[in-house]
């Protein structure tokens, strides 16, 4: 079993930064692409960033330029910097890790943005 623990999520003002983190353990051997996504009530939860295991990384178009993916592979963690924050950013942001072929997903961690 693979354990996602995610952290950093609050409240901020427009305009301003969170960086979320997310840290895997357990029976972890190969972890291929770590992602984030999001997710607002009623709506489906939606692809954010992504780090491959080719060390490339890929952004939706609605964060591109402002968010930021990185990885540290000797933590097995990986993290989201949130830069000029909009109020549409606000969502329950998930972390998910595919382990050889399995998904896991952690327990999400609330962002909020003010206007």
């Known amino acids: 079993q693979v354990q996602l623990v995610e952290s950093g999520g609050g409240l901020v003002q427009a305009g301003g930064s969170l960086r979320l983190s997310c840290a895997a353990s357990g029976s972890i051997f190969t972890i291929n692409s770590m992602d984030w996504y999001r997710q607002t009530p009623g709506k489906q939860r939606e692809w954010v960033a992504a780090f491959t295991s080719g060390g490339n990384t890929n952004y939706a178009d609605s964060v591109k330029g402002r968010f930021t993916i990185s990885r540290d592979n000797a933590k097995n963690t990986v993290y989201l910097q949130m830069n000029s924050l909009k109020p549409e950013d606000t969502a329950v942001y998930y972390c998910?890790?595919?382990?050889?072929?399995?998904?896991?997903w952690g327990q999400g961690t609330q962002v909020t943005v003010s206007s």
């Open positions: 998910k890790v595919r382990v050889v072929i399995t998904d896991y």
